[in-house]
T-cell receptor, first 118, second 114 residues
Framework: GAVVSQHPSWVICKSGTSVKIECRSLDFQATTMFWYRQFPKQSLMLMATSNEGSKATYEQGVEKDKFLINHASLTLSTLTVTSAHPEDSSFYIC??????????????FGPGTRLTVL | AQKVTQAQTEISVVEKEDVTLDCVYE???????LFWYKQPPSGELVFLIRRNSFDEQNEISGRYSWNFQKSTSSFNFTITASQVVDSAVYFC???????????FGTGTRLQVFP
């Protein structure tokens, strides 16, 4: 139980293009999903918290217009990196927290998406 | 301030050795959760354990055990008889009760050699 998927697992794009990453909770409903960024050999940095049906809450220093987050349903959140540049290259990981059944106290993570911007 | 410190950046052991990963946290809250996650080379964070601040009982799960001591604000993780498959980065994290957020430590990279 508590499986989270991400798609795509990796993506290479040209500078200036936009990239959408999907995060799905497969076997549970998640009112809250989180997006993290991780640089090589570093810890996870929380970018934003998204709640189903409402606007995402971004961490200080994260550009809202650059990283668009949509949490349209209880099982899907998307992160769109707009006008990507090489400095956006990173490992993006999402997590989901369930509604009940003990899942509401733990964040379950997806497998991550490696973004490379050329 | 809320903070998690994992002082050991990297640990190398030989298979079958026992290894302890240290985690020290700071919080003024009386109610909070502590977590350990494993991140193998594939990148996915795997949930290992959650502990709430009112439960100081140690826990054992197979070769894994956790020692929670509020007096020293520590939540250490021990792997007994380590195996090559245990090689990963291990993160300790703190979540205050009334917040959604996880505060991660910087992680400890464990390498288990055959």
């Amino acid at each position: 139980g508590a499986v989270v998927s991400q798609h795509p697992s990796w993506v290479i794009c040209k500078s200036g293009t936009s990239v959408k990453i999907e995060c799905r909770s497969l076997d549970f409903q998640a009112t809250t999903m989180f997006w993290y960024r991780q640089f090589p050999k570093q810890s996870l940095m929380l970018m934003a918290t998204s709640n189903e049906g409402s606007k995402a809450t971004y961490e200080q220093g994260v550009e809202k217009d650059k990283f668009l987050i949509n949490h349209a349903s209880l099982t899907l959140s998307t992160l769109t990196v707009t006008s990507a540049h090489p400095e956006d290259s990173s490992f993006y990981i999402c997590s989901a927290r369930g509604i009940a059944g003990g899942l509401e106290y733990t964040q379950y993570f997806g497998p991550g998406t490696r973004l490379t911007v050329l | 301030a809320q903070k998690v410190t994992q002082a050991q950046t990297e640990i190398s052991v030989v298979e079958k050795e026992d290894v302890t990963l240290d985690c020290v946290y700071e919080t003024r809250d009386t109610t909070y959760y502590l977590f350990w996650y494993k991140q193998p080379p594939s990148g996915e964070l795997v949930f290992l354990i959650r502990r709430n601040s009112f439960d100081e009982q140690n826990e054992i799960s197979g070769r894994y055990s956790w020692n929670f001591q509020k007096s020293t604000s520590s939540f250490n993780f021990t792997i007994t008889a380590s195996q090559v498959v245990d090689s990963a980065v291990y993160f300790c994290a703190l979540s205050p009760y009334n917040t959604d957020k996880l505060i991660f430590g910087t992680g400890t990279r464990l390498q288990v050699f055959p």
